[in-house]
Structure formats: structure tokens, C-alpha cells
């Protein structure tokens, strides 16, 4: 059983030490490596204080990717693994205004949000694996992007985005797992945190406010066209084309889950 308690002593000090109100660098503690997120804390500052409070909080701490589509996007921020059979929704906070400022172009993170409400993100974000632009930018009032992953962070992405995705159904149609395979789920074998892709911590490193300063984020020059046509429905669950919230209660979901036949996506 993984808790929160039970993270490694630097990674506490860590998040213990990290600045509140002005980070613009934080570090996401993957079980597949660390990778560091540069926010837009000046141009998208509700969403980066949104973001942030979930982080100070210590929410995000043993957070699940739980729908990974390959060239898409790496979705995570909405459920937390409690220990065997138990993925726990994180509770969410009030919903932020949107702030569609820049392009959802590859190594972008952006908020997820309900179909058909601009101003609905709450908790769950995702990461640009391609140049997403053309579907997201305009899609329901633009999908906010707040941050861009830096350095080498996108190999760690990228690895996660080359394990195989077992469906699940709704929310968490391709999740993806390690050391996992189709006969392990058709013999019923127990998933654990071995398995599941977990953010066992996201602390900050840079609490200046000008961090972002030697950065071009590409604005987002959509937002204001004509609408383009819509995108091929997903089966992701909620709305907003494939970015919506999901709606399935993860309480209990991986022992329902872990004694039917899965499906590789």
C-alpha cells in the first residue's frame, strides 16, 4: 500500500520547503523519472494559483495517469491511488475562469474541463503529446494552457506515452500500464501501484516570478475564428471532445475491474 506518509523523506522536505503563491517551476515525481513544468504564472495567473493550490494541498501526490492517448494527450490530476483496488477522486475546487491565451501545441500543459462550459476546469490536466492546436484551441472556448514542460521532461512523457492501454471503459478508456499484459488481465492478476503510472509528488523548484521570461509560448490565434468542424467523438467520457472530466466514481474500480477482460486500446 502506497500513502501519503509514506513518501520519500527528500521528497517531503521538498514540498515542505517549496515556495506557496509564485512558483513558476515545479517538478513532477513520476515513478518513470522526474520531469520540470515552467508556468505561465504572469499571462495565465488563475489557472496557475489553481494549479498550484492542488499542489500545496498535496493532492496531486500519488495521482494516477489515467488516460493516455498516443499522439494526443497524457491526462492526469483526477484520481489518487489509495492502495490495492482503490482509485480515490480528488476532491475538487471551485472551477477557474479560462484563460485561453496560448496554442496547445506538443509539451503544453492544459487544463481539462466539462463539455459545453469554458469556465469549468477544476483538478485534471493533461500534457500536449503532438500539436493539438486545430482541435483544441478553439474547442469550447479554447483549452487553457498554463505551462510548457522543459529540459528533456518530454522523454519521461513520451515513455509514458509507449506502454501499453487497457480499457476500461469512460475515463479511463487507455490508461496505461507497466509490466502488464492482456493475459495478465484475462488471468485476473491484482493490479497494484506497480502497475499504475503514478505522480508520487509534485513539488516546487523555482518560486521567482520571472522564470518564464526567456520563453515563446505560441499564442493561441484560433480562439477568436470562425469555428472549425468538430472533431471525431471519443469514447473518453464527459465532454469537450476527447478532453472531458469523465464521470466514472473510482472507488473500488480496480478490483470491479481487475476479475473482467480488459482490452488493450
Not at 21 to 35: D, H, K, M, P, R
Not at 193 to 205: Q, Y
Request: net charge negative.
Amino acid at each position: 500500500m502506497l500513502n501519503k506518509t509514506c513518501l520519500p523523506i527528500g521528497v517531503a522536505m521538498a514540498a515542505l520547503m517549496a515556495p506557496a503563491a509564485n512558483a513558476t517551476i515545479v517538478q513532477f515525481q513520476t515513478v518513470l523519472g522526474t520531469f520540470e513544468v515552467n508556468l505561465y504564472d504572469q499571462s495565465t495567473p488563475a489557472t496557475v494559483a489553481n494549479f498550484l493550490a492542488y499542489v500545496n494541498a498535496g493532492d496531486y501526490d500519488n495521482a494516477v495517469f489515467h488516460r493516455v492517448v498516443t499522439g494526443f494527450v497524457a491526462q492526469g490530476g483526477g484520481y489518487t491511488y489509495e492502495g490495492t483496488d482503490t482509485l480515490a477522486p480528488i476532491v475538487q475546487n471551485a472551477a477557474v475562469v479560462n484563460e485561453p491565451e496560448f496554442s496547445n501545441v506538443r509539451g503544453t500543459i492544459a487544463m481539462a474541463k466539462v463539455s459545453g462550459n469554458a469556465n469549468s476546469a477544476t483538478n485534471q490536466w493533461f500534457i500536449n503529446l503532438g500539436n493539438n492546436s486545430a482541435n483544441l484551441d478553439a474547442q469550447n472556448g479554447g483549452f487553457t494552457v498554463f505551462g510548457q514542460v522543459i529540459g528533456n521532461g518530454m522523454d519521461v512523457i513520451d515513455a509514458i506515452n509507449a506502454l501499453p492501454k487497457f480499457n476500461f471503459g469512460s475515463a479511463f478508456d487507455t490508461i496505461p500500464l507497466r509490466d502488464y499484459t492482456t493475459q495478465n488481465a484475462t488471468d485476473g492478476v491484482e493490479i497494484t501501484d506497480r502497475h499504475l503510472v503514478l505522480v508520487t509528488a509534485i513539488v516546487v523548484l523555482d518560486g521567482a516570478a520571472n522564470t518564464a521570461a526567456g520563453l515563446s509560448p505560441v499564442p493561441n490565434t484560433l480562439i477568436d475564428a470562425p469555428p472549425a468542424a468538430p472533431p471525431p467523438a471519443s469514447s473518453g467520457g464527459g465532454g469537450g471532445g476527447a478532453m472531458g472530466l469523465g464521470s466514472l466514481l473510482a472507488l473500488g474500480l480496480l478490483g470491479v475491474l481487475r476479475r473482467r477482460r480488459w482490452s488493450r486500446a
